[in-house]
């Protein structure tokens, strides 16, 4: 991984310094040894901070809804994962295609505080759908055997009031911070209908458990068919409440009753069959 | 400050009776919002009307609530009794006490509770309501006919009489349909050549009609007033400009291997063809899987007998779009495959045959030059059995059939036995029958004189099976009224099949999005007074694809259409429903995923400045065309940040109605 | 009040398409059949408008069961809303029976205009179901009760 990490590094600042890049999307360290912040880099001497390593696991692609509209081309170093999520924002029109480079950098795996992430044991594929360049190597393109639906098959298996007990505990840690929905990808309206005063539906701290069920249910439906399990509303969450199951759950029901989506293509929840089968 | 109003309706005693009116009017007048509540006999009386209007004037009411029958009924009546008070007429909302209340409900105990939390969901929603104002749209005047068979056919002459352009569009080469097919017609048993090809002249030279034969239409889109069609001009092979029918062509193509469809396929004809003596128009049409020339490249032999020169072998479709104001659904009708009915010998044996190719049989022009003869070896019958309801009137779970009557095989059935007995007194005739519908004007006369004058034998019950045997057909049958069974040797056997829309009438309902019951046959907006309309707007149904019937009734009923479509057309603009779709600007994420669900492309994409919480952003945003939207609300609930919302039935409308049904609990 | 028994009834929300499950809900009315009075029908145009916020909302102030009626796929008024909502609901339910809620407390059902019958059938039979699962504790919210 090495000489991955360090021709990714190089090459951003290659493109940088020749001027097709007004700057460059990355990483910077943090405070702990484990931890990287997505930061922005304009100006030579701050891309000497640029970090490319086995702790990079925030997911870049949201940023560029906003970077895409400035002046100048913005250089994105992402990973599979979050080539994946582009995809779905380039589909969406929220980034303007014309303005990212993508530089696609091979990845074998991140790690968190705690070890290889929840996400990167079950990876789903090291291809870039959409890039401009890719360096990675052998080592970068294996992928891990997990099972991406292996929790969610042990939750289904145990009975509906062990499921509500387990999901009643689970949310009720939530403190609604938001940041699950702040870092997805999916998740990027520019105002959120739990920000928005007429919506209805309007809240923060929750008064009742209600409102953590339908915030969450809410959110799991609102990026339905178009969440491509980049697993960071999970490593985000400073509660440690695996939300990515809700998704999971969803995204294999999906799978199961109309087909995979995460290639591309029109999302199953805003298409249909007469042949669908019933609720 | 929002002043509501709300009615009380008794409808007679149909609410009243188990609804306390008095009790759900004082329930309101202790709502939020509500300023003045009353109970009255009849709402939708002058009278009641009258009233409502006072009210509004005298309390200034800014939103009034209707609690009586359903919306269905009078949402109508009552918006344009606000509007002549002067309130906008969308600032009423029904609560349903009636269909979905005091008729469902006998106890008063339990009929009022209901009512009065349907009662505040009504008030909750109207406090939510904004002024809507309807929009206009134009009326293209001009109306499509889709189906060139008689209903089509009279659909057109009426819609031209009346002074406005209509395009016919048929799918085989001519104009006549079925009714060309036929022989004789009941209940006067005039030949149906001899009254058809007058109209189909008429169509063809009424300089309002444009007839558009062995065409089909691809693609609709548009709506009420405003259909833009595609339309496909199959390729003849022949210059319809050129061509005089003069029929050489036809004489002298050597593939005679087709099936001739219009003797049902009980001979064959030539690769160019003409498909009968009257066809309108009266032109050559090549079928391109028959002829040796499209196929191989060999032969040509049309072209060079050709005197006027009409033959074109390079002739590509033609694919043309045009603007109508209404269209009509007149597909008409086949008759069933009997694959299922393998009971009846009919396809192991040619002379088993179905009325329609009986018909053939028996008409002059058909493929035994109307002579009685059984098609396997050309002898003249002496014993002929009709079998009916074959295919109709089949219970739920036997897996085959209809289960609707057919409603023109008695008739026909008699009309047969009765040409056969008169013109060859020799032949047995028996009809094995379940009941006999012969209701219309002058039919019972005629099915009577066909067993009493003609001598027509018929046999109350079911035909078991029918075999071969010994060159005979052997016809087993119950005798019902005689309490016997019959075994009968058979020279024919002519099976009334059940007869069903023709096929590509689903695609095409799809295409129209008019509704279709479970047979396929076209829906009606309402069984009862609203026959010839199709719920959706500016579609209109004549003829047998609404389902079965004779042509007194599809004649009736074309003619029903036709002023339903002149209605329409004659009128410069049209009154746009305002219940739409809209997107909140300040919302709107330009994701797109709204335009991808909406079913009539209403919704379009542009870049545009807008000012958020005092920023300049220049985004992509959605905007709704108010007149294309038909208000379904597919695109809000696409919509993950809510910017796109329903007028008239938006996000905190129903919430509001949610919660003050919830409430009353 | 209190001393008399309190047989529970359940607060059923229908959420009912104008041109198809609504018509038949009155043709239900018109032949004067019957189904319980704790059912509520809510209008709307078509059985696409019904959001999942509607359906947690119903559940949040108190509904037991919420069933969503349309028309038939492939008969819809607008061609193609109910081939939306029967893909929507489907996750929903699933979603919402993974997190632990009775399964048979929302239903999708298709009901024509001419469907008076079944639609009486289909809203006693739901009542009758979500009734033997008793009352909606799981999606309430307290601050909701009487």
């Not at chain 2, 209509?166 to 006549?176: A, C, H, L, R």
């Not at chain 2, 033959?311 to 069933?336: C, K, L, M, S």
């Not at chain 2, 060859?424 to 004189?449: A, L, S």
């Not at chain 2, 069974?485 to 023709?502: G, K, R, S, Y």
Request: net charge neutral; charged share 25%; glycine share 8%.
């Amino acid at each position: 991984m090495q000489t991955v990490a360090e021709r990714v590094i190089a090459r951003a600042k290659e493109l940088f310094f020749s001027g097709e890049v007004r700057r460059v999307l990355g990483w910077e360290r943090g405070e702990f040894q484990h931890e990287r912040i997505p930061a922005l880099y304009e100006t030579a001497e701050q891309l000497e901070k640029l970090v490319y390593d086995e702790y990079c696991g925030p997911n870049l692609s949201k940023e560029l809804i906003a970077l895409s509209k400035l002046e100048g081309r913005t250089l994105a170093i992402l990973k599979p994962c979050d080539a994946r999520s582009l995809n779905l924002l380039l589909r969406e029109y929220r980034v303007d295609r014309e303005k990212v480079y993508i530089l696609g950098a091979g990845c074998t795996g991140m790690r968190g505080r705690d070890g290889l992430l929840l996400k990167c044991e079950t990876c789903r594929g090291k291809d870039f759908p959409v890039f401009d360049e890719a360096i990675d190597d052998e080592e970068c393109r294996k992928v891990p055997d997990g099972d991406r639906f292996a929790d969610v098959c042990r939750i289904e298996q145990m009975s509906g009031d062990e499921r509500f007990l387990f999901f009643r505990s689970e949310l009720s840690k939530c403190i609604r911070c938001n940041a699950c929905r702040n870092i997805c990808p999916a998740c990027s309206c520019n105002q959120c209908v739990f920000d928005n005063p007429d919506s209805g539906v309007s809240s923060k701290a929750s008064a009742d458990p209600f409102e953590d069920s339908q915030f969450h249910i809410v959110r799991a439906f609102h990026v339905a068919g178009r969440c491509t399990d980049c697993g960071e509303c999970s490593r985000a969450c400073p509660q440690g409440i695996p939300l990515h199951l809700l998704n999971r759950k969803i995204i294999k029901d999906i799978g199961e009753l109309y087909g995979g989506y995460e290639a591309g293509g029109r999302s199953p929840l805003i298409d249909y069959r007469a042949s669908d089968g019933e609720a | 400050m929002q002043k509501i109003g709300v009615f009380v309706c008794w409808c007679g005693t149909n609410i009243a009776a188990t609804v306390d009116v008095a009790a759900v009017a004082d329930a309101m007048r202790s709502e939020p919002g509500v300023v003045y509540a009353a109970d009255y006999q009849y709402m939708c009386s002058e009278v009641g009307q009258q009233r409502l209007i006072a009210a509004v004037r005298e309390h200034a009411l800014t939103g009034v609530v209707i609690c009586a029958c359903s919306p269905r009924m009078h949402e109508q009546t009552f918006r344009r009794a606000a509007e002549r008070a002067g309130l906008n007429p969308y600032m009423v909302e029904i609560a349903n006490i009636r269909e979905q209340c005091s008729w469902i409900h006998k106890d008063k105990a339990v009929g009022t509770p209901k009512a009065i939390a349907l009662a505040r969901a009504a008030v909750a929603k109207v406090l939510k309501n904004a002024p809507l104002t309807a929009g206009e749209s134009p009326v293209a005047k001009r109306a499509l006919v889709i189906g060139g068979g008689i209903a089509g056919i009279q659909t057109a002459l009426d819609v031209a009489e009346a002074g406005y352009e209509v395009d016919i569009v048929e799918k085989s080469p001519t104009i006549g349909g079925r009714m060309a097919q036929l022989d004789k017609t009941f209940p006067t048993l005039d030949c149906s050549a001899c009254i058809l090809t007058p109209k189909m002249v008429e169509a063809a030279q009424s300089p309002n009609i444009e007839l558009l034969t062995y065409s089909e239409v691809e693609k609709v889109a548009g709506f009420v007033g405003n259909f833009t069609v595609t339309i496909r001009k199959k390729a003849r092979y022949v210059d319809t400009n050129r061509c005089t029918g003069c029929a050489e062509c036809v004489a002298k193509c050597p593939a005679r291997k087709g099936k001739n469809e219009f003797n049902m396929g009980l001979d064959n004809r030539s690769a160019i063809y003409i498909p009968f003596a009257q066809a309108i128009p009266n032109v050559a049409t090549i079928d391109a899987s028959q002829c040796i020339k499209l196929r191989t490249g060999k032969c040509g032999i049309c072209e060079k007998v050709c005197s006027a020169g009409a033959i074109d072998y390079n002739q590509r479709d033609e694919v043309i779009e045009r603007r109508y104001g209404a269209i009509v659904a007149a597909t008409g009708f086949r008759p069933i495959s009997l694959e299922k009915f393998g009971e009846y010998a009919y396809q192991e044996s040619p002379d088993v045959v179905t009325s329609l190719e009986f018909e053939r049989i028996l008409n002059a022009a058909g493929p035994t030059k109307g002579q009685l003869v059984r098609p396997s070896d050309g002898k003249h019958p002496h014993e002929i059995v009709f079998i009916q309801c074959v295919g109709s009137r089949c219970s739920e779970d036997a897996g085959k059939g209809k289960t609707y009557c057919s409603k023109i095989c008695c008739m026909y059935t008699a009309k047969h036995a009765m040409l056969v007995r008169e013109k060859y007194p020799d032949v047995r005739v028996r009809v094995f029958y379940i009941d006999v519908r012969t209701p219309g004007k002058n039919f019972d006369e005629f099915y009577r004189r066909a067993a009493e004058q003609y001598g027509v034998e018929y046999v109350k019950g079911m035909v078991g099976k029918v075999w071969r045997q010994n060159g005979k057909l052997m016809v087993q049958g119950s005798d019902l009224l005689n309490d016997e069974q019959l075994l009968i040797p058979a020279d024919m056997v002519v099976l009334a099949a059940a007869i069903e829309p023709e096929p590509g009438a689903r695609a095409l309902a799809t295409m129209l999005t008019a509704s279709m019951d479970t047979n396929d046959f076209f829906s009606e907006a309402h069984p009862k007074l609203r026959p010839v309309e199709s719920p959706t707007a500016g579609v209109f149904l004549s003829g047998a694809c609404q389902g079965p019937k004779d042509i007194p009734e599809t004649v009736a009923q074309a003619g029903a259409a036709a002023i339903k479509v002149v209605g329409l057309l004659s009128k410069d603009r049209l009154v746009t429903n305002p219940c739409v779709a809209h997107s909140n600007e300040l919302l709107c994420n330009g994701c797109s995923q709204c335009e991808k669900v909406c079913p009539y492309g209403a919704i379009t994409y542009s870049e545009r400045e807008v000012v958020d919480r005092g920023v300049k952003d220049v985004r992509r945003l959605a905007s709704v065309n108010e007149a294309v939207c038909r208000g379904c609300g597919a695109c809000t609930v696409a919509c993950p940040s809510g910017a796109m919302d329903l007028k008239g039935f938006a996000n905190r409308q129903i919430m509001a109605e949610v919660d003050a049904i919830c409430r009353a609990k | 009040m209190q001393g008399e028994v309190n047989e529970f009834k359940p607060l059923i929300v229908a959420f009912c398409c104008n041109w198809c499950s609504y018509a038949g809900a009155d043709l239900a009315g018109s032949s004067r059949l019957s189904y319980p009075a704790d059912v509520k029908i809510i209008r709307v145009p078509c059985s696409c408008r019904v959001n999942p916020l509607f359906i947690l909302r119903a559940f949040q102030r108190g509904a037991d069961g919420v069933i969503i009626c349309g028309c038939h796929p492939g008969d819809c008024h607008y061609t193609t809303g109910n081939y939306y909502a029967r893909r929507r609901m489907t996750v929903l339910f699933r979603l919402l029976e993974f997190m632990g809620i009775d399964r048979q407390r929302v239903r999708v059902e298709w009901v024509s205009a001419a469907e008076g019958a079944k639609f009486a059938l289909v809203m006693n039979e739901f009542a009758g179901a979500v009734k033997a699962l008793g009352e909606n504790v799981k999606l309430g919210d307290l601050r909701c009760k009487p």
